[in-house]
């Protein structure tokens, strides 16, 4: 069974009940052009006047062919603001296959063609200032916590004077008088308080990429989600002993399980590389087809004083079809790994997800409170 990460008085769910998408309607639309064939993927003609349906205006809702949010056969997201028209599942899986080929091949030509022009100018580093600032207070806290977590390993020592094992030398005087201790084993010890960690921690966020996390961004998930993810980066990269962890840090979308935001042997040391990953959050929504995966057992495998796998995910299991059950043995496949999975977004607001995984998972109604959550599961790696 996997171990449980006990976080408790969060106070979350009682101190902030409203959510921030009071303003934004997310309702289902069902266009007149719904049996129109489809042509191929296009970008749009872009302008600043709001559109539902059609297949001209980039940015629109509920349309078709053109980039946009809620509508069928685009090759990417784009929102442009106003209440989104969300097309039925039914009809999107209407879709002609070599149409969505088409859409994804597109979305893979852009995406790699932006992440390679990625650079940094002086007002992105301003908005990166601005999701650090955003987290600072719990990035002091959590850089407290990390600097002088305790080792947990137990350590393999010879455990002297036992009344069988391998004769101790050194009580051989001992042994002449009759004593019976004479002995030593080799035996599993708690370490001393102090002493230095042996072996590093081994921990891995992930962090959902998903279709949805940019057409529900209204809500300020994608957005808190990235300025978890500075300071989880800033946090890392201050430590004086950055041996005692290995982390990193991967996206998981419809598209594909494990996305590398951070890999473990390359951790991001320049500011300009720390916003990199954070654009690279910003895009993979905008690009990625309907769906969710993930994976922890690449953790289990590492040599390490403790194994965690942290998730934030907007929880959309429902409408793919992800049982309970499948998320409770997924968290539970390796016993001696944590694992916590912080719950947004839909997931906020469903019932089952912490009956069926008390301690491990977490709901969060307010999107601004996932860097405290985060934090707190962290801390509870010490108890």
């Not at 350590?155 to 391998?166: A, F, Y």
């Not at 969710?292 to 793919?320: C, H, L, M, Q």
């Amino acid at each position: 069974m996997g171990k449980r990460l006990r976080v408790e008085h969060l106070g979350i769910d009682a101190a902030r009940e409203a959510s921030s998408a009071k303003n934004v309607k997310d309702v289902q639309y069902t266009p007149n052009s719904l049996k129109e064939p489809l042509g191929d993927p296009k970008e749009g003609e872009h302008d600043d006047k709001p559109h539902v349906g059609g297949n001209r205006y980039a940015g629109g809702v509920g349309g078709r062919e053109t980039v946009g949010l809620g509508g069928r056969g685009g090759y990417k997201r784009l929102y442009k603001g106003g209440d989104i028209k969300q097309l039925p599942e039914t009809a999107k899986r209407l879709v002609p296959e070599e149409i969505k080929e088409k859409a994804r091949e597109m979305a893979r030509q852009e995406l790699q063609r932006r992440l390679e022009e990625l650079d940094m100018s002086a007002t992105e580093a301003k908005g990166y200032g601005e999701l650090l600032k955003a987290t600072q207070a719990h990035m002091l806290s959590l850089f407290d916590l990390l600097e002088h977590l305790a080792a947990k390993e137990e350590e393999r020592v010879w455990v002297k004077r036992q009344t069988d094992g391998e004769l101790d030398d050194s009580r051989l005087t001992e042994g002449i008088t009759g004593e019976a201790t004479v002995y030593k084993r080799r035996m599993m010890e708690k370490p001393e308080i102090g002493r230095p960690q042996i072996k590093p921690k081994r921990i891995r966020f992930i962090f959902d990429l998903s279709a949805s996390m940019y057409r529900f961004q209204y809500d300020g998930r994608l957005q808190r989600s990235l300025e978890a993810a500075v300071m989880l980066m800033e946090t890392f990269d201050r430590l004086s002993r950055k041996d005692k962890y290995i982390w990193d840090m991967y996206g998981h979308s419809g598209d594909e399980p494990l996305i590398p935001l951070v890999t473990a042997e390359q951790p991001p040391t320049e500011v300009k590389e720390r916003w990199k990953v954070t654009e690279k959050m910003c895009m993979i929504p905008q690009y990625c087809f309907a769906g969710d995966n993930t994976g922890v057992d690449e953790v289990a495998k590492s040599e390490a004083d403790d194994w965690f796998v942290i998730t934030i995910t907007d929880a959309n299991f429902g409408r793919y079809q992800i049982t309970p059950e499948e998320i409770s043995k997924a968290m539970r496949r390796h016993s001696k790994v944590h694992t916590a999975l912080i719950c947004i977004g839909e997931g906020a607001s469903t019932p089952w997800i912490t009956k069926n995984l008390p301690g491990m998972a977490f709901q969060v109604k307010d999107t601004i409170d996932i860097p405290l959550v985060l934090r707190s599961i962290l801390i509870a790696m010490v108890e």
